[in-house]
C-alpha cells in the first residue's frame, strides 16, 4: 500500500487496522510522533492529514486519505515551522515527549485560525495533554507563532 | 557546537581528535584528571580541537539538570553556552554518586542541583587551571598574568584557544583546591537568558526518547500481566496470537509475574497480548479494595498512634486541646494516585560482543537496574553498561526499589537466544494498572486556640502505608521506627506551634507504593495548610498573618518561609481579589526549597470552579536557571492541582478500577489559567525545584474554595467530594 509521509511516497506492508502510529513508527521509522495512551485521549500521536490534525493511534492506516505530515514534515532543524520556533522561543518543553504532538495540533489551529483567543487555544488544544503541566507557556507560544505568521 | 548525547560517538570523536583532557573526580572525592578517557569518568571532557562536553551524572526527565549541570562547567571554564556540549554520564556508582543519598547514582528527592553545584563547579575550575598552567609553560608567563575566556587563553602578550594547551593540560596533576569564582563574577549562573539546551531538539522532532530506540533486528515484548498484583503465571496457550503478523513467541517469565509476548512491532505485540491465553494462579493474589484501605487507615486514625513522631508528652497535648476554648477538627483523607508520564514505561536491553548487556533507558537510578541485571545473567557489575537517554517524565515512576520495568526487561531477554535486541514498551494501561502508587494516607488533626485566637495544643495522627520499610532505602529513611516520607512535612515544618503531638501509625502493605512527586509532603503539605487556614477562620485572622504569627524570630526556617509567604501575598494582591473570585494561600518547604502560591478562582463548589491565576514564590538559594525554575514551579504546581481536583487509583477485589485516561484524566489546558512565578534573590546553596511547586498547590486551591464556598474539602478527590469544576 502507498503512503505519503512528509512528501515522500512510501510502498508499506501492513494490516489494514493497523494504526498509522505504528506505520509511522515501526515500519517507517519515523521516530517524532509518539505514542501515550491508544485511545485518542493524550494527543502525542497527532500528524496532519491534508492539512487536518488527526490522532494517527485511532486512524487506521488503510483509511489515511491523503499525505501525512508529521513533526519532521513540520519543518526542519534549519528551517522550523513558527509554531516550532516559538516553542524554543518560549522553552515550553519540559520532558518533552508530547509536544510534538502538540505543535501539530497547534500548526492546525492556526492554519484554520490565524488569530486565536484565549479560549480558542484551550478549546482547540484541550484534547493534548502535557503532564509536564506547560500549558501556560504553550498557550503563549501559539500566540507567538500566530503574530509570526501573520507578519509573513 | 553540537551536543553529541551518544557516549560512543563521544569517545570516537575524542579519539580522533587526538589528545583529551578529563577532569573527574576519584571515588576519594579529590580532584582527579587524566589524558585517557578509558582511565577516569569525568565530569567535563575537552578535545584538544577546543570541544569541551559536561558528563551529566543525572538523567533528564524535563527538569533540566543537562543544562544546569553544564552551566556549572561552562561558568568556571569562562565559556559561552554554545562552547559546551553534554553527555549523559554512564552507570557508574563511585564516580557518579548522588551524594546526597549514595553510594549510588540515581536522582531524585529534587536533588540533582543540590548535590552537584560544588563539584561540577570544582571540576570546571580544575580544567580551567590546569589548562592556564599549561600556557604559562608553553609561554614562559605566570599563569596568575592569564585568564580563560571564551575559549581563548590570553595574557602576558599572547592569546590562543585552549584546545592548543589540551595536550599538555593532561600531563599536569589537577589542583586539590581550584579557586572558585566569586559569585558577584558569574555571568551563567543566575542568568535569566541562559537557554535550555535541550529545546531545539524537543522543538523540532529529533529528539529521542528511550520509546524511540529502534536497535538493529530488534524484537518488541509486552508482558502479559495479571489482574491482581502477586497472582503468577501457571500456563500460556499463544494459540490464537499464531495467525497475527509479527508475533513471535510468548512464554512465562522466569519469576512467573507475567508472560513475554514477542512480536516484530508494538502493534504486533500488542494484539498478540490480547490474544494470548494465560492461566493464572491467585491464591496469593491481592484481593483488597480501596474501600478496605480507607477504612483500615480511617481506623487507625481513630486509635493511638504506633509511633510519637516528634517525642512529644501526647497526654500534655491532649490536655491542651481538649482545654483550649475554641477546637478545630479535621480528618483528611488521600487516595492513591499514579504517576502517568507521558512516555510510557520502556526500555532495550542487549547482548554485547564481550558477551556483556547492554541497557539503553531513561534511567532514574541506574546503579539498581545495573546491579538487577548483572545477578540475572550471572555477569560481573562491570560488564553491564546502561546508556541513559531522554525520559519523557517520571515524577518518580522511572525509580523503584526493585528497578521493576528494567528487571522485566532482563527476564524477558532471558528467554531469548540473546541474538536480537529487546525492545520492552508498556501500554498506558500497564502504566495505570501496575501498582507503584502514591499512598493512601489519612489524617487526623485538633487544633486548640485560646480565646485570643493563638494555637495551644496541635494534635496530629497519620496513618498509611510505608513506601520505604522493606526496601534498601530503609536504613537511612526509618528512625525509630518512623519512615521518614510518611511524616515530611509536618513535625519538622518550619511553623513554631507550641505543644504540638504527631503519632504516625503503618497500615497493611496492599498495594506497591512509590514516591511520587514530592512524596509525603503531597499529603502532609496539603494538612497543614488547610489546617492552618480553617485555624486562622476560627481565631478571625487573616490567613497570611495567622501563618507569619508561627515564623517569627531569626532563624532561616522561619525567615525564608516567611519571605515567601510575603512575597507571594504582594504579588498577588492578597486580600483585594478582582470582583467575582476568590483567593487561596499556602506555603511548604521541602527538599531544601521555600514555595509559596496564592490560587485565584471564580465560581463557587456547587456551581463550578474555574482555576484563573496561580500566583508562586520560591527560594531555592541560587537561582542556577531562572527560567527552567520557574517552568519547574508552573509544571509543578499543575501537578499538584490536577490530581487533586479528579483522580484517584481505585480497586475492587485487588483489580484496579482504572484502565487509561478517560478514566483517570490528568490536568488539561482548559483547567488552568495563567501562573506567574517570582524568585526570591538568595545567596544560599541552591536546593530543589523539581518537587517543592507541587504540595502547596493543592491546598491553595482548597483554600481558594473554602473562601468562595465555605467548605474545606478534606477527603480527595476534589471533584468527588462535593466540588465541581469548570
Same mark, same amino acid.
Given at each position: 500500500?502507498?503512503?505519503?509521509?512528509?512528501?515522500?511516497?512510501?510502498?508499506?506492508?501492513?494490516?489494514?487496522?493497523?494504526?498509522?502510529?505504528?506505520? $509511522?513508527?515501526?515500519?517507517?521509522?519515523?521516530?517524532?510522533?509518539?505514542?501515550?495512551?491508544?485511545?485518542?485521549?493524550?494527543?502525542?500521536?497527532?500528524?496532519?492529514?491534508?492539512?487536518?490534525?488527526? %490522532?494517527?493511534?485511532?486512524?487506521?492506516?488503510?483509511?489515511?486519505?491523503?499525505?501525512?505530515?508529521?513533526?519532521?514534515? $513540520?519543518?526542519?532543524?534549519?528551517?522550523?515551522?513558527?509554531?516550532?520556533?516559538?516553542?524554543?522561543?518560549?522553552?515550553?518543553?519540559?520532558?518533552?515527549?508530547?509536544?510534538?504532538?502538540?505543535?501539530?495540533?497547534?500548526?492546525?489551529? $492556526?492554519?484554520?485560525?490565524?488569530?486565536?483567543?484565549?479560549?480558542?487555544?484551550?478549546?482547540?488544544?484541550?484534547?493534548?495533554?502535557?503532564?509536564?503541566?506547560?500549558?501556560? %507557556?504553550?498557550?503563549?507560544?501559539?500566540?507567538?507563532?500566530?503574530?509570526? $505568521?501573520?507578519?509573513? | 557546537?553540537?551536543?553529541?548525547?551518544?557516549?560512543?560517538?563521544?569517545?570516537?570523536?575524542?579519539?580522533?581528535?587526538?589528545?583529551?583532557?578529563?577532569?573527574?573526580?576519584?571515588?576519594?572525592?579529590?580532584?582527579?584528571?587524566?589524558?585517557?578517557?578509558?582511565?577516569?569518568?569525568?565530569?567535563?571532557?575537552?578535545?584538544?580541537?577546543?570541544?569541551?562536553?559536561?558528563?551529566?551524572?543525572?538523567?533528564?526527565?524535563?527538569?533540566?539538570?543537562?543544562?544546569?549541570?553544564?552551566?556549572?562547567?561552562?561558568?568556571?571554564?569562562?565559556?559561552?553556552?554554545?562552547?559546551?556540549?553534554?553527555?549523559?554520564?554512564?552507570?557508574?556508582?563511585?564516580?557518579?554518586?548522588?551524594?546526597?543519598?549514595?553510594?549510588?547514582?540515581?536522582?531524585?528527592?529534587?536533588?540533582?542541583?543540590?548535590?552537584?553545584?560544588?563539584?561540577?563547579?570544582?571540576?570546571?575550575?580544575?580544567?580551567?587551571?590546569?589548562?592556564?598552567?599549561?600556557?604559562?609553560?608553553?609561554?614562559?608567563?605566570?599563569?596568575?598574568?592569564?585568564?580563560?575566556?571564551?575559549?581563548?587563553?590570553?595574557?602576558?602578550?599572547?592569546?590562543?584557544?585552549?584546545?592548543?594547551?589540551?595536550?599538555?593540560?593532561?600531563?599536569?596533576?589537577?589542583?586539590?583546591?581550584?579557586?572558585?569564582?566569586?559569585?558577584?563574577?558569574?555571568?551563567?549562573?543566575?542568568?535569566?537568558?541562559?537557554?535550555?539546551?535541550?529545546?531545539?531538539?524537543?522543538?523540532?522532532?529529533?529528539?529521542?526518547?528511550?520509546?524511540?530506540?529502534?536497535?538493529?533486528?530488534?524484537?518488541?515484548?509486552?508482558?502479559?500481566?495479571?489482574?491482581?498484583?502477586?497472582?503468577?503465571?501457571?500456563?500460556?496457550?499463544?494459540?490464537?496470537?499464531?495467525?497475527?503478523?509479527?508475533?513471535?513467541?510468548?512464554?512465562?517469565?522466569?519469576?512467573?509475574?507475567?508472560?513475554?509476548?514477542?512480536?516484530?512491532?508494538?502493534?504486533?505485540?500488542?494484539?498478540?497480548?490480547?490474544?494470548?491465553?494465560?492461566?493464572?494462579?491467585?491464591?496469593?493474589?491481592?484481593?483488597?479494595?480501596?474501600?478496605?484501605?480507607?477504612?483500615?487507615?480511617?481506623?487507625?486514625?481513630?486509635?493511638?498512634?504506633?509511633?510519637?513522631?516528634?517525642?512529644?508528652?501526647?497526654?500534655?497535648?491532649?490536655?491542651?486541646?481538649?482545654?483550649?476554648?475554641?477546637?478545630?477538627?479535621?480528618?483528611?483523607?488521600?487516595?492513591?494516585?499514579?504517576?502517568?508520564?507521558?512516555?510510557?514505561?520502556?526500555?532495550?536491553?542487549?547482548?554485547?560482543?564481550?558477551?556483556?548487556?547492554?541497557?539503553?533507558?531513561?534511567?532514574?537510578?541506574?546503579?539498581?537496574?545495573?546491579?538487577?541485571?548483572?545477578?540475572?545473567?550471572?555477569?560481573?557489575?562491570?560488564?553491564?553498561?546502561?546508556?541513559?537517554?531522554?525520559?519523557?517524565?517520571?515524577?518518580?515512576?522511572?525509580?523503584?526499589?526493585?528497578?521493576?520495568?528494567?528487571?522485566?526487561?532482563?527476564?524477558?531477554?532471558?528467554?531469548?537466544?540473546?541474538?536480537?535486541?529487546?525492545?520492552?514498551?508498556?501500554?498506558?494501561?500497564?502504566?495505570?494498572?501496575?501498582?507503584?502508587?502514591?499512598?493512601?494516607?489519612?489524617?487526623?488533626?485538633?487544633?486548640?486556640?485560646?480565646?485570643?485566637?493563638?494555637?495551644?495544643?496541635?494534635?496530629?495522627?497519620?496513618?498509611?502505608?510505608?513506601?520505604?520499610?522493606?526496601?534498601?532505602?530503609?536504613?537511612?529513611?526509618?528512625?525509630?521506627?518512623?519512615?521518614?516520607?510518611?511524616?515530611?512535612?509536618?513535625?519538622?515544618?518550619?511553623?513554631?506551634?507550641?505543644?504540638?503531638?504527631?503519632?504516625?501509625?503503618?497500615?497493611?502493605?496492599?498495594?506497591?507504593?512509590?514516591?511520587?512527586?514530592?512524596?509525603?509532603?503531597?499529603?502532609?503539605?496539603?494538612?497543614?495548610?488547610?489546617?492552618?487556614?480553617?485555624?486562622?477562620?476560627?481565631?478571625?485572622?487573616?490567613?497570611?498573618?495567622?501563618?507569619?504569627?508561627?515564623?517569627?524570630?531569626?532563624?532561616?526556617?522561619?525567615?525564608?518561609?516567611?519571605?515567601?509567604?510575603?512575597?507571594?501575598?504582594?504579588?498577588?494582591?492578597?486580600?483585594?481579589?478582582?470582583?467575582?473570585?476568590?483567593?487561596?494561600?499556602?506555603?511548604?518547604?521541602?527538599?531544601?526549597?521555600?514555595?509559596?502560591?496564592?490560587?485565584?478562582?471564580?465560581?463557587?463548589?456547587?456551581?463550578?470552579?474555574?482555576?484563573?491565576?496561580?500566583?508562586?514564590?520560591?527560594?531555592?538559594?541560587?537561582?542556577?536557571?531562572?527560567?527552567?525554575?520557574?517552568?519547574?514551579?508552573?509544571?509543578?504546581?499543575?501537578?499538584?492541582?490536577?490530581?487533586?481536583?479528579?483522580?484517584?487509583?481505585?480497586?475492587?477485589?485487588?483489580?484496579?478500577?482504572?484502565?487509561?485516561?478517560?478514566?483517570?484524566?490528568?490536568?488539561?489546558?482548559?483547567?488552568?489559567?495563567?501562573?506567574?512565578?517570582?524568585?526570591?534573590?538568595?545567596?544560599?546553596?541552591?536546593?530543589?525545584?523539581?518537587?517543592?511547586?507541587?504540595?502547596?498547590?493543592?491546598?491553595?486551591?482548597?483554600?481558594?474554595?473554602?473562601?468562595?464556598?465555605?467548605?474545606?474539602?478534606?477527603?480527595?478527590?476534589?471533584?468527588?467530594?462535593?466540588?465541581?469544576?469548570?
Amino acid at each position: 500500500m502507498k503512503l505519503t509521509v512528509n512528501g515522500t511516497e512510501h510502498e508499506v506492508d501492513f494490516e489494514d487496522d493497523m494504526p498509522l502510529l505504528w506505520v $509511522l513508527r515501526d515500519e517507517l521509522n519515523i521516530k517524532g510522533v509518539k505514542y501515550g495512551c491508544g485511545v485518542a485521549q493524550c494527543g502525542a500521536c497527532t500528524v496532519h492529514i491534508d492539512g487536518e490534525a488527526v %490522532r494517527s493511534c485511532q486512524t487506521a492506516a488503510a483509511d489515511v486519505w491523503g499525505a501525512v505530515t508529521t513533526i519532521e514534515g $513540520l519543518g526542519t532543524p534549519d528551517a522550523m515551522h513558527a509554531v516550532q520556533a516559538a516553542w524554543v522561543d518560549h522553552q515550553v518543553a519540559q520532558c518533552g515527549y508530547c509536544q510534538s504532538g502538540q505543535m501539530m495540533q497547534a500548526a492546525a489551529l $492556526l492554519a484554520a485560525n490565524p488569530a486565536p483567543t484565549d479560549a480558542d487555544i484551550d478549546d482547540a488544544m484541550n484534547g493534548n495533554l502535557c503532564r509536564c503541566g506547560t500549558y501556560p %507557556r504553550i498557550r503563549a507560544a501559539v500566540k507567538t507563532a500566530a503574530t509570526k $505568521l501573520q507578519e509573513v | 557546537m553540537t551536543i553529541d548525547t551518544s557516549r560512543r560517538g563521544f569517545l570516537k570523536s575524542a579519539a580522533a581528535v587526538g589528545a583529551v583532557l578529563v577532569v573527574g573526580i576519584r571515588p576519594n572525592g579529590a580532584l582527579a584528571a587524566s589524558g585517557t578517557p578509558s582511565m577516569l569518568t569525568p565530569f567535563v571532557q575537552i578535545g584538544s580541537d577546543g570541544s569541551v562536553t559536561a558528563i551529566v551524572k543525572h538523567f533528564e526527565m524535563g527538569q533540566g539538570p543537562s543544562t544546569g549541570l553544564t552551566t556549572l562547567i561552562a561558568e568556571e571554564m569562562g565559556l559561552t553556552m554554545d562552547q559546551i556540549g553534554y553527555d549523559f554520564a554512564p552507570s557508574n556508582p563511585q564516580v557518579y554518586n548522588n551524594t546526597l543519598f549514595g553510594p549510588m547514582q540515581g536522582t531524585g528527592g529534587s536533588t540533582a542541583m543540590a548535590n552537584s553545584f560544588m563539584q561540577y563547579r570544582q571540576a570546571g575550575a580544575a580544567a580551567r587551571e590546569m589548562l592556564l598552567q599549561a600556557a604559562a609553560q608553553a609561554w614562559g608567563a605566570d599563569a596568575s598574568a592569564l585568564t580563560l575566556q571564551d575559549g581563548v587563553i590570553s595574557g602576558a602578550g599572547n592569546s590562543a584557544p585552549l584546545g592548543d594547551f589540551v595536550e599538555a593540560a593532561a600531563t599536569l596533576d589537577a589542583p586539590a583546591d581550584p579557586p572558585l569564582k566569586d559569585p558577584s563574577e558569574f555571568r551563567l549562573i543566575g542568568n535569566p537568558d541562559v537557554r535550555r539546551l535541550d529545546s531545539a531538539a524537543k522543538g523540532d522532532g529529533t529528539a529521542m526518547f528511550a520509546m524511540d530506540i529502534q536497535r538493529p533486528n530488534q524484537m518488541i515484548a509486552m508482558i502479559a500481566r495479571p489482574e491482581q498484583q502477586r497472582a503468577t503465571a501457571v500456563s500460556v496457550d499463544v494459540s490464537g496470537a499464531e495467525g497475527i503478523k509479527g508475533f513471535i513467541d510468548a512464554q512465562i517469565l522466569p519469576n512467573a509475574a507475567g508472560v513475554a509476548v514477542f512480536a516484530e512491532t508494538t502493534w504486533g505485540a500488542m494484539q498478540a497480548r490480547d490474544a494470548i491465553s494465560v492461566e493464572w494462579d491467585t491464591s496469593a493474589a491481592e484481593t483488597r479494595s480501596s474501600d478496605e484501605i480507607e477504612a483500615e487507615i480511617r481506623a487507625a486514625l481513630e486509635a493511638e498512634p504506633t509511633y510519637n513522631v516528634n517525642g512529644a508528652d501526647l497526654g500534655a497535648v491532649r490536655a491542651a486541646v481538649d482545654g483550649a476554648e475554641t477546637i478545630v477538627e479535621e480528618t483528611f483523607y488521600f487516595p492513591l494516585l499514579a504517576h502517568a508520564p507521558m512516555e510510557p514505561l520502556n526500555c532495550t536491553i542487549e547482548q554485547t560482543e564481550d558477551g556483556g548487556i547492554l541497557l539503553h533507558d531513561g534511567c532514574q537510578f541506574p546503579t539498581i537496574p545495573h546491579g538487577a541485571i548483572a545477578e540475572i545473567f550471572g555477569i560481573p557489575f562491570e560488564k553491564v553498561q546502561i546508556k541513559t537517554v531522554l525520559a519523557g517524565g517520571s515524577f518518580g515512576r522511572r525509580a523503584t526499589p526493585q528497578a521493576d520495568y528494567q528487571v522485566e526487561a532482563a527476564l524477558a531477554f532471558s528467554l531469548t537466544d540473546r541474538s536480537r535486541p529487546v525492545h520492552l514498551v508498556w501500554s498506558r494501561e500497564d502504566d495505570l494498572r501496575s501498582g507503584y502508587y502514591r499512598p493512601a494516607f489519612g489524617h487526623k488533626v485538633r487544633v486548640g486556640l485560646d480565646a485570643n485566637g493563638g494555637i495551644v495544643g496541635w494534635e496530629h495522627r497519620i496513618a498509611g502505608q510505608s513506601i520505604m520499610k522493606g526496601t534498601p532505602f530503609e536504613a537511612f529513611t526509618i528512625q525509630d521506627g518512623v519512615d521518614h516520607s510518611s511524616v515530611e512535612g509536618t513535625a519538622d515544618s518550619p511553623y513554631q506551634i507550641p505543644t504540638a503531638a504527631f503519632g504516625l501509625t503503618d497500615t497493611e502493605k496492599a498495594t506497591s507504593t512509590l514516591w511520587w512527586r514530592a512524596v509525603g509532603h503531597t499529603h502532609t503539605a496539603y494538612v497543614m495548610e488547610v489546617m492552618m487556614d480553617m485555624t486562622a477562620k476560627a481565631a478571625g485572622i487573616d490567613p497570611v498573618d495567622f501563618r507569619l504569627a508561627y515564623l517569627t524570630g531569626n532563624g532561616a526556617d522561619q525567615t525564608r518561609k516567611a519571605g515567601v509567604l510575603k512575597l507571594a501575598a504582594e504579588k498577588a494582591n492578597w486580600g483585594n481579589p478582582p470582583a467575582g473570585r476568590s483567593q487561596g494561600i499556602a506555603v511548604h518547604k521541602s527538599f531544601g526549597s521555600y514555595v509559596a502560591e496564592v490560587v485565584e478562582i471564580s465560581g463557587t463548589a456547587e456551581d463550578g470552579i474555574k482555576i484563573e491565576k496561580v500566583t508562586c514564590a520560591v527560594d531555592c538559594g541560587i537561582a542556577v536557571n531562572p527560567d527552567i525554575i520557574k517552568a519547574q514551579m508552573e509544571g509543578g504546581i499543575g501537578y499538584g492541582i490536577g490530581h487533586n481536583m479528579r483522580d484517584q487509583i481505585t480497586l475492587t477485589g485487588g483489580v484496579v478500577d482504572q484502565y487509561n485516561f478517560p478514566d483517570y484524566e490528568p490536568l488539561r489546558i482548559s483547567d488552568i489559567g495563567a501562573i506567574e512565578v517570582h524568585i526570591l534573590p538568595s545567596a544560599e546553596a541552591p536546593t530543589g525545584v523539581g518537587e517543592p511547586g507541587t504540595p502547596p498547590a493543592a491546598p491553595a486551591l482548597a483554600n481558594a474554595i473554602a473562601a468562595a464556598s465555605d467548605m474545606h474539602v478534606a477527603t480527595l478527590p476534589m471533584d468527588d467530594n462535593g466540588v465541581s469544576f469548570v
